[in-house]
């Protein structure tokens, strides 16, 4: 069984940062590929993803701004998210898929609000 416990959410001014963090709780973390997922009314498209080798790849319109990273000893993916915008609000998901199976974090939030 895996669990996705998600954190770092919170209130920021435009231009701020927020580092959010995923920890995984289950076995060999460190094969496999996670992702982050936004929430919008009926859509949750990815935000940023980090392969198990630790390649990651972002949406366009975060490219620039947020960093993904993991710490296999950790068992925990971090996103550094600056300069933030007032459309980065919303709820952020972590995500990974084993063995034909999905599993998704609680979500944490983040609002981006002067």
């Known amino acids: 069984q895996v669990q996705l416990v998600e954190s770092g959410g919170g209130v920021v001014r435009p231009g701020g940062s927020l580092t959010l963090s995923c920890e995984f709780f289950?076995?060999?973390?460190?094969?496999?590929?996670m992702t982050w997922y936004r929430q919008y009314s009926t859509s949750r498209p990815m935000v940023a993803r980090i392969?198990?080798?630790?390649?990651?790849s972002y949406a366009d319109a975060v490219k620039g701004r947020f960093t993904l990273s993991r710490d296999n000893a950790k068992s925990t993916t971090y996103l550094q998210m600056d300069n933030l915008k007032p459309e980065d609000s919303g709820l952020y998901f972590c995500?990974?898929?084993?063995?034909?199976?999905?599993?998704w974090g609680q979500g944490t939030q983040i609002i981006v609000s002067s």
């Open positions: 995500y990974v898929r084993l063995t034909d199976t999905d599993y």
């Open positions: 289950g076995t060999r973390f460190s094969e496999h590929g």
């Open positions: 392969s198990a080798a630790g390649n990651p």
